[in-house]
């Protein structure tokens, strides 16, 4: 609904440019899909040299050509590598992660493991497999959970094994925590939410969200 909102108030001219996926793009004015001919910081530009915000594509994050990711990328070039770090190889950089949020794991009731994963596809796979051991999981409206299809079947799933979806509105305010409590009544025990979605809309939960949820059950 949002990305059909957005475009039109493209045509309405209040905002000058909506790339595919519907991010508000443009800055100097252009068509939609532009090609790419170089980036630098929160930039992109154009074979004619036009400047663009990037808010389309989640793995410039960072910001492009970000001095020290380059500067990690080439020491791993140097080293001769840049692989996939779950086969049967283990690189020194996820042995560091690990070491440095031992304590935070340690100290996690029941205890807890760190599992690498190449994208947020996986790692929604990971949460709920292992929350889903515990009884159903809450989603949020308009969540993104990835491309791998676990998600994409969760409603049916929980519709056929509980007879219910778990899913709650958006938490722009207090009201929501009514349904989540009538959720957890139904079996649910998690729930796994975006304190800001992005494919969901740029949506920010309400400020005491996260505190009210972990009173009920664990967030993931």
Not at 101 to 115: F, K, Q, T
């Amino acid at each position: 609904m949002w990305k059909q909102q957005l475009n039109r108030r493209h045509r309405e001219g209040k905002i000058q440019s909506v790339l595919p996926g519907g991010a508000i793009c443009n800055l100097e004015g252009s068509e939609n899909l532009i090609v790419a001919g170089g980036a630098e910081g929160d930039f992109l530009y154009d074979e004619a040299g036009r400047r663009y915000i990037n808010f389309s594509e989640s793995t410039n994050i960072l910001g492009h050509r970000n001095p020290e990711v380059m500067r990690i990328i080439s020491e791993c070039m140097k080293q001769g590598f840049i692989h996939y770090p779950l086969t049967v190889s283990f690189p020194k950089v996820a042995e560091e992660v690990a070491g440095g949020i031992e304590g935070g794991l340690s100290g996690m009731p029941g205890g807890a493991s760190c599992v690498f994963t190449s994208s947020g596809s996986e790692a929604c796979d990971a949460a709920l497999s292992v929350m889903s051991g515990l009884g159903p999981v809450v989603t949020v409206e308009g969540g993104y959970h990835g491309n791998t299809g676990q998600f994409m079947r969760k409603k049916e799933t929980d519709r056929l094994k509980y007879g219910s979806e778990f899913e709650i509105p958006f938490p722009h305010d207090e009201s929501v925590l009514g349904e989540m409590e009538a959720l957890v009544r139904k079996g649910a025990r998690s729930i796994i939410v975006e304190p800001v979605q992005a494919e969901g809309g740029f949506r920010k939960v309400y400020d005491s969200f996260l505190r009210d949820s972990g009173g009920t059950f664990p967030i993931w």
